[in-house]
C-alpha cells in the first residue's frame, strides 16, 4: 500500500500513469465504437470501401469548371464539387478583402459620416448568421430579380436577372501564346525590377517608383503582344435571344448569392482585424516618420503598413479559412460545391454514409492544415525578436 | 532720471483679468462639429454630400417598401398584393407562434416561456456583479438547467411530456445557444489546459481532438451526428436527434474556447508560475488561484466573440431538419399561400439575431472595461 502510494507521490511516476489511464481510455473508447461500426454494418449487410467511386455518377451539375456530364463517375463528381467550392472560396476572398480593408480605412476615417457608416455596416452584417446572409440573397436574386426580357444592365455588357448574372466571356484565338508570354515577361520584370530598387535603396537610401513603373510594365506588355499577335482574344457577349440569354458566361444564382453573401459577411470581420491592425502600431512609430520629413504616403507604406501587417495577417487567415468552410452552407441553396456532391447526392444514391463523410472531413481538414502550417510560418517569420 | 520716473501713465488699467472669449462661431457649436467632423477639406465636404444623397435616394426608395406601402394585415400574398405593392409582413403575424415555439403543444406554450424569464433570472448573477442577494442566486443559476430540462421535457410532476422534435423557432436556438455555451465553456477549459499539459498523450490527444474540430466545417459535423452517429452506437439505440445535435455543436465550440484560452495562458507571465510553485502551490492550485482566473480574464473577448458565433452557427440546424426560425421561415415560404415572400421573412429573422448577438458583444465591452484593472 505505501509501496503504491509512493508511486502516486513521485511526479515522474504519476505522470507516466496517468497517460497510461489515457491512452487505455480512449484506445478502449475506439475500440468499442469501431466494434459498434462493425457490427452494425454487418447486420446491415454493408461494406466499406471507395470502389463506388468510380461508378456513373448519374446526375447534372449546374456549373462545372471541367468537363462533366451525368454518366462521369461519382470521383469526376467530387473533383467538380471541390472545383467549385476553390472558385467560391477565392472569388469570395478577393472580394472580401477589397471591400474589407475599404471598410477597416473608412471605420478610422476622419469624416464622421463616412466612420458611422462602416460601423453600422460592419455591426449589421455580423451579427447575422452567414447562413441568413446566404439565403436572404439568394432569395432577393431569385425572388425579387427581373425575368431576362427586363434584365437590369449595366452597358449592356453585364447582366442581372432571375436566373443568375451574365458576364463577357473571353474566347481565346490562335497566337493567343504571344499574349501569355508577355504576360510572363512582364512578372518577370516586375520581380527584378523590385529587387534591384529595394537594393539600391538600402544600400542609397534613392527611392525608385516601383509601383508605378510595374503596373505600367504589366498592363503594357501584354497589351503589345495582344496588338503585335493581331487581337487573338474575342468577347462573346450576352445577347437575349427568345426567353433566355445566349452567349457570355451565366453564373447562376447560387453562385452569385454565395459568393457575394460570403465576401460581405467576411468584408465585415476583416474591416475590424484592419482597423485594430492600424490602430495597434504606436503612435509615435508615425510621429517620428513625420517628424523626420517622410510624405503622408510614405509614412503609412515604409513605417505604418509593414507593422500593422505583423498584427493583420494571422487573424486575416482565419477569416479566409472561414470563408472557406463557410462556403460549406452552400448546400443549403443547392449550389454544388463538395459537400452538395460527395456529401450529398453521392452519399444519397449510394448510402455510403461512412466513406463519403471520411473523405469531405478529410478534405476540408487538409486544407485548414495547409492553411495553419502557413500561417505559423509566416508568424515564426515575421516575429518581432524579442529578448 | 527721477522725474522720468515719477512720470506715471494716465491709461487704462485693467484691475483683474477678462473672461475669455468664446473661440471663434467656425471650431465651436453645431457648426465648428459639421466643420471638424464632415467639411475640413474640399475632397471630404463633396465625400459628405454624395454620401449625404446616396443615403437620401437609398432611403426614399426603399421606405415605401419597408413601411409606406407595407401590409400588415392579410392571409395570402395574393391578399397583400392586392392591398399594397410594398412588404408583406402579414406572413409573420400569421406565423408568429411558429417563430416563438414551433410545434411546441399550444397549451403548453407557458412552460417554455416560463423557462424564458427564468433564464433572465438564472444569468443575471452570473453577468452582473451588482445583482441583488447574488451568492444566493448562484445556486439558483447552478439548478437552473434542470428546472428548464424538467419544465421543457415534461413527463414528471404531472407535466404531459413534450417530444424534442416538436422543439422549434425562437426557442430552439436559445436551447441550442445557451446549452453550447454553458456546457463549451468547461469542456473548452479543460481542453487548453491539456493542451498546454506536460503529458505527452493528454497533450497529442487535446491537438488531435482541437485541430479536428476546427479544421472541419460544422455542417459536417452536424450531417456525421444525423445520419452516422447510430453506426457508432450498439444496434439499436436510440439517440434523441436534438440532445446529437446538442453535443455536436458543444464539442465544435469547445475547440475555439480552448484555442481562446490557451492564448490567455501562453500571455501570463512565466514569473507567475514560477512564483506559485515557489510559494509550494501543486498544479491544481496554481491553475485554480493563479494562472486560470487571469488568463480568463484576458481571454473574455474572445469567448464572448466565439459564444457569438456559436449562437450564430445555430441555424445551421435546418440542414438536417430541425426547424429553428429559419427553418420555421423556409416551412412557410414553401405554403403556397406565402410563396415568394423570401424578403419578409429572412430580414424578420436577421433582426432577431441582430438585437441579441448585438447585445451580447455590447456586454463584452462593458466587462472588458470593467475588468480593466491594470495598463491605464
Known amino acids: 500500500m505505501s509501496y503504491l502510494n509512493s508511486i502516486w507521490r513521485n511526479e515522474q511516476s504519476r505522470g507516466i500513469l496517468i497517460q497510461i ?62 472545383l467549385n467550392t476553390f472558385l467560391v472560396a477565392a472569388v469570395g476572398v478577393v472580394l472580401a478583402t477589397l471591400l474589407g480593408f475599404i471598410l477597416g480605412v473608412a471605420r478610422l476615417s476622419r469624416n464622421w459620416l463616412v466612420s458611422k457608416l462602416a460601423y453600422i455596416y460592419i455591426e449589421f452584417t455580423r451579427n447575422v448568421p452567414v447562413l441568413l446572409h446566404i439565403l436572404l440573397w439568394h432569395g432577393i436574386i431569385v425572388n425579387t430579380m427581373p425575368h431576362p426580357r427586363n434584365a437590369l444592365t449595366i452597358g449592356e455588357v453585364l447582366f442581372l436577372t ?28 516586375s520581380v527584378g525590377f523590385a529587387r534591384y530598387a529595394r537594393a539600391r535603396q538600402h544600400q542609397s537610401g534613392v527611392q525608385l517608383p516601383v509601383f508605378r513603373v510595374n503596373l505600367a510594365i504589366c498592363i503594357l506588355l501584354p497589351l503589345l503582344a495582344f496588338f503585335a499577335a493581331g487581337q487573338p482574344i474575342s468577347l462573346s457577349f450576352p445577347a437575349l435571344k427568345g426567353f433566355n440569354f445566349r452567349g457570355g458566361i451565366q453564373l447562376p444564382p447560387e453562385f452569385v448569392a454565395l459568393t457575394f453573401a460570403l465576401s460581405i459577411y467576411t468584408a465585415a470581420f476583416i474591416g475590424e482585424i484592419v482597423r485594430a491592425g492600424i490602430i495597434a502600431v504606436d503612435k509615435g512609430q508615425r510621429e517620428a516618420a513625420e517628424a523626420i520629413g517622410l510624405r503622408p504616403s510614405q509614412v503609412m507604406n515604409e513605417v505604418i503598413l509593414p507593422q500593422a501587417r505583423r498584427i493583420i495577417i494571422p487573424p486575416l487567415t482565419s477569416q479566409y ?26 452519399l444519397n444514391q449510394t448510402g455510403r454514409e461512412m466513406e463519403t463523410m471520411l473523405m469531405v472531413m478529410g478534405i476540408y481538414l ?3 492544415l495547409l492553411i495553419s502550417a502557413f500561417m505559423n510560418w509566416y508568424n515564426s517569420r515575421v516575429r518581432l525578436v524579442g529578448r | 532720471m527721477a522725474s522720468l520716473r515719477s512720470q506715471s501713465h494716465k491709461g487704462y488699467v485693467a484691475k483683474a483679468s477678462l ?4 473661440p471663434p462661431l467656425g471650431t465651436r457649436g453645431l457648426v465648428g ?42 392571409s395570402s400574398k395574393q391578399e397583400c398584393l392586392q392591398i399594397d405593392s410594398g412588404a408583406c409582413w402579414a406572413v409573420i403575424g400569421k406565423r ?90 468547461p469542456l473548452g477549459i479543460l481542453l487548453a489546459l491539456g493542451r498546454q499539459s506536460r503529458l505527452l498523450a493528454v497533450r497529442t490527444l487535446s491537438i488531435m481532438f482541437i485541430e479536428l474540430m476546427r479544421g472541419v466545417p460544422l455542417i459536417t459535423l452536424l450531417f456525421v451526428a444525423s445520419t452516422m452517429l447510430n453506426y457508432f452506437l450498439p444496434p439499436g439505440t436510440h439517440f434523441d436527434l436534438l440532445l446529437r445535435v446538442l453535443i455536436m455543436v458543444t464539442l465544435f465550440s469547445a475547440a475555439y474556447i480552448a484555442e481562446v484560452i490557451r492564448g490567455g495562458l501562453q500571455a501570463i507571465p512565466a514569473g507567475q508560475y514560477e512564483a506559485a510553485q515557489a510559494i509550494g502551490l501543486d498544479y491544481w492550485q496554481t491553475t485554480r488561484l493563479i494562472t486560470l482566473p487571469q488568463a480568463l480574464k484576458i481571454s473574455i473577448p474572445g469567448i464572448v466573440n466565439t459564444f457569438i458565433g456559436l449562437y450564430k452557427d445555430t441555424t445551421l440546424v435546418i440542414v438536417i431538419g430541425l426547424l429553428d426560425p429559419l427553418g420555421i421561415g423556409r416551412a412557410a ?42 495598463h491605464r
Open chain 1, 21 to 82: 489511464f489515457v491512452l487505455a481510455g480512449v484506445f478502449a473508447l475506439f475500440s468499442w465504437l469501431i466494434s459498434n461500426v462493425i457490427s452494425n454494418f454487418a447486420s446491415l449487410n454493408k461494406g466499406f470501401g471507395f470502389d463506388f467511386l468510380l461508378l456513373p455518377a448519374g446526375y447534372d451539375i449546374n456549373q462545372t469548371l471541367i468537363e462533366y456530364t451525368n454518366r462521369s463517375t461519382h470521383l469526376q463528381a467530387a473533383v467538380v464539387g471541390l
Open chain 1, 162 to 189: 432571375n436566373r443568375g448574372l451574365y458576364v463577357p466571356k473571353p474566347i481565346a484565338e490562335t497566337g493567343i501564346w504571344l499574349v501569355w508570354l508577355g504576360f510572363v515577361a512582364a512578372l518577370f520584370f
Open chain 1, 321 to 346: 479559412l472561414n470563408l472557406t468552410k463557410n462556403s460549406s452552407l452552400a448546400i443549403a441553396i443547392g449550389y454544388m460545391d463538395i459537400l452538395a456532391t460527395l456529401g450529398g447526392i453521392t
Open chain 1, 366 to 368: 487538409i486544407i485548414s
Open chain 2, 19 to 22: 473672461p475669455a472669449l468664446p
Open chain 2, 33 to 74: 462639429w459639421l466643420r471638424q467632423n464632415l467639411f475640413y477639406n474640399i475632397t471630404n465636404s463633396l465625400m459628405t454630400i454624395v454620401i449625404v444623397l446616396l443615403l437620401w435616394l437609398l432611403i426614399s426608395s426603399s421606405s415605401g417598401w419597408f413601411v409606406f406601402d407595407a401590409v400588415v394585415q392579410g
Open chain 2, 96 to 185: 408568429i407562434d411558429q417563430f416563438m415555439f414551433g410545434f411546441y403543444p399550444e397549451a403548453e406554450r407557458w412552460r417554455p416561456l416560463i423557462c424564458f424569464f427564468l433564464l433572465f433570472v438564472a444569468i443575471g448573477p452570473l453577468l452582473l456583479p451588482s445583482f441583488p442577494a447574488r451568492r444566493q442566486m448562484l445556486w439558483f443559476s447552478a439548478f437552473y438547467p434542470v428546472l428548464a430540462g424538467v419544465l421543457l421535457l415534461g413527463g414528471v410532476f404531472g407535466l404531459p411530456p413534450v417530444k424534442t422534435a416538436l422543439f422549434g423557432g425562437f426557442m430552439l436556438t436559445l436551447i441550442v445557444g445557451v446549452t453550447g455555451i454553458v456546457a463549451s465553456l
Open chain 2, 333 to 374: 415560404l414553401a405554403d403556397a399561400n406565402w410563396n415568394g415572400l423570401s424578403n419578409e421573412i429572412y430580414l424578420f429573422v436577421a433582426l432577431f439575431f441582430f438585437v441579441s448577438c448585438f447585445a451580447m458583444s455590447r456586454y463584452s465591452i462593458w466587462l472588458e472595461k470593467r475588468l480593466a484593472t491594470e
